[in-house]
């Protein structure tokens, strides 16, 4: 045990998280030639195409130092908000941490966020300076942001690149020397700490485990303790680039087990796996039941296809355990699912792999997050409101409660009075105002977390012109004026398309939304009114004018080839519409609020 070494590189996105990773199994010998890939530890080609880790892994090198062999197990953090419970459970399975940051961009709002979940975890953290190679870099100035944030020695920090190679050695050695080995005892009860798993179809469920005290053999009868349910571990092994199937892993240790398992929810990260005739008193602390955030509707452009898309749903969430759904149906839009995603980009996720995958055409309606919802009635009673229309009427309700999160901005000084603007605009409260150095300003406000999961990303990068990052955490339900937004085409609500918005905004949102409808909505061969109303009221209205021309008359006399593209053009927009009443509606309707500014 004292020659392993189990840590993560924490780092805000694009800092060099992936790059450095795959220097280091370069550089320890883990991969081959014939193995490498650009990024190794990123897999699924979704991922590689956006540049985040979206699932984490874990992986073992072997080093020698000093003429000793020692084991180093790298586990990946996935690098973006949706999934920080993820990272807080990686963390949990080391003892030390490479703090990564760009010598160009310096301390981020990630960068910050999960040094405090390394330090809540008590891991030796090893700030690595990356990118010293790049012309725009300021090692001086980072490296003294590093020691104030730290409160470290200047010669702490480890200067490197992981493009050119600079700096690799130092940190392997100082890996070994400054990151404390795995206590734990073999001799006790086993007691493992689930930090991820991956669905393999052939397989079943991979699980990744660190082992804290006892071990784990093949062959052994065990217990997940928060799922209650109990396995035979038919594999374990160690994760090299390949699995490396052993007889036991111990104390201290990384591993894979393989049970059979056939669904990712059966798997949850953060539960401990233990013996099961002789199991532990003591579950590793901090499990929780990932919970979805945002929720939308997801329809099958072609009804037709409704069972289709229940089956590739069902598939999805064989392997991604935090997807969430159920049928709900629409008047507008017949039989679909309302889906629950860890945030906006797990959203974005799920529906790329529906149609990279599945072949799926879809149409996403409004996201929106969980609010509660009391009624006069049963004041007490929380009425769960996934889906606006299941907000109770509003001379029935009592009160709403809705998410709201702790919101962290870095930003620079110049940028802290439209950051500013921008977060009061979407209702945030400032709490904290600290200059981190003369340029550089963090800033902490509450808000409500349905007004960040949306476009608020954008907006911050366009007040700050790219000079801000932002990071959040959830902190509990907060009372809340809302409403229910409908619209009405042509005289006919479209359920799809109501949004939940706050009282004080409300006339303004109608309004904007009729204006961006009118301009989404093709025109077609009559008026259509669109109109914006809180219950019987109506708030807004605006008209889609009738069109005049057919798209084809100005082919006539043209050859028939023009035309047939021009209507197989016209065919594909059309896919992603959906006819609603005698109206037809494309799919950025649907998140048409979204996007009003
Ligand atoms: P996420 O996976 O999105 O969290 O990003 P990451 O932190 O893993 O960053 P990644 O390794 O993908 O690097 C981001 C970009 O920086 C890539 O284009 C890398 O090629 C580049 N990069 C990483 N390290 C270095 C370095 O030391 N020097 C230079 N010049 N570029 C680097």
Excluded at 77 to 98: K, Q
Excluded at 344 to 360: G, K, V
Excluded at 414 to 431: A, H, N, W, Y
């Amino acid at each position: 045990m004292k020659n392993i070494r189990n840590f993560c590189i924490i780092a805000h996105i694009d800092h060099g998280k992936s790059t450095l990773a795959d220097r280091l199994l370069d550089y320890t010998g883990a991969v081959t030639e014939r193995e490498k890939q650009n990024q190794l530890l990123d897999n699924m080609d979704l991922e590689r195409e956006r540049g985040i880790t979206i699932k984490s892994h874990a992986i073992q090198m072997d080093y020698i130092h000093n003429g000793e062999h020692y084991i180093l197990n790298l586990i990946d953090t996935p690098g973006h908000v949706d999934f920080s419970y993820e990272v807080s459970r990686s963390i949990a399975a080391c003892e030390g941490a490479l703090l990564v940051v760009d010598a160009a961009q310096s301390i981020q709002a990630q960068t910050i966020s999960n040094l405090y979940l390394a330090l809540e975890n008590d891991l030796e953290i090893i700030p690595v300076l990356n990118k010293v190679d790049l012309p725009s870099a300021n090692p001086e100035e980072v490296t003294d942001d590093i020691v104030d944030l730290l409160g470290c020695d200047p010669s702490e920090v480890i200067p490197a690149s992981a493009k050119t190679g600079i700096g690799i050695e130092e940190i392997l050695t100082a890996i070994i020397d400054r990151v404390p080995a795995p206590k734990g005892n073999p001799d006790e009860p086993l007691q493992a700490l689930i930090f991820d798993s991956v669905y393999n179809p052939f397989r079943g469920v991979e699980t990744y485990f660190r082992v804290i005290n006892g071990k784990i053999k093949k062959g052994q009868h065990i217990k997940f303790i928060a799922t209650g349910k109990d396995y035979y571990a038919d594999e374990v092994g160690t994760l090299k680039l390949k699995q490396q199937p052993k007889q036991e892993i111990n104390a201290g240790d990384v591993g894979y087990l393989i049970t059979g398992i056939k669904e990712a929810k059966e798997v949850k990260v953060g539960d401990t796996i233990t013996d099961a005739k002789n199991p532990t008193q003591n579950a590793i602390g901090g499990f929780e039941d990932v919970k979805p955030m945002v929720f939308a509707g997801i329809y099958p452009v072609d009804t037709e296809d409704y069972e289709e898309l229940r089956t590739s749903m069902e598939k999805l969430q064989l392997n991604d355990a935090s997807l969430v759904f159920q049928p709900e149906s629409s008047a507008a839009l017949g039989f679909g699912f309302r889906c629950g995603f860890l945030g906006m980009l797990h959203l974005e996720i799920i529906q790329e792999r529906l149609e990279r995958e599945f072949d799926m055409t879809v149409i996403t309606t409004v996201p929106n997050v969980s609010y509660y919802a009391y009624t006069n009635k049963n004041p007490d009673e929380i009425v769960i409101v996934n889906n606006p229309t299941d907000l109770p009427e509003p001379s029935t309700l009592n009160r709403v409660e809705e998410p709201f999160i702790k919101a962290s901005i870095i930003t620079k000084a110049d940028f802290v009075g439209p950051v500013m603007s921008l977060c009061i605009e979407k209702r945030g409260q400032i709490t904290n105002q600290t200059y981190l150095t003369q340029e550089r300003v963090e800033l902490t406000f509450d808000m409500p977390l349905a007004e960040i999961v949306f476009d608020f990303y954008d907006r911050l990068k366009s007040v700050s012109r790219g000079y801000a990052s932002f990071d959040y955490a959830p902190i509990g339900m907060r009372e809340s004026k809302l409403v229910r937004v409908d619209i009405l085409l042509n005289s006919q609500q479209v359920d799809a398309l109501s949004a939940l918005i706050h009282a004080d905004n409300a006339y303004d949102i109608g309004k904007k939304m009729c204006e961006k409808l009118k301009e989404l909505i093709p025109r077609q061969q009559f008026d259509i009114p669109v109109q914006a109303a809180i219950g019987a009221k109506i708030i807004a209205r605006e008209t889609i004018k009738a069109l005049r021309k057919d798209v084809t008359a100005k082919c006539y006399g043209g050859d028939i080839s023009r035309k047939r593209k021009l209507l197989e053009k016209q065919k594909k927009g059309k896919k992603r519409m959906r006819a609603v009443g005698n109206v037809e509606i494309p799919q950025q309707a649907f998140m048409a609020v979204l996007k009003l500014n």
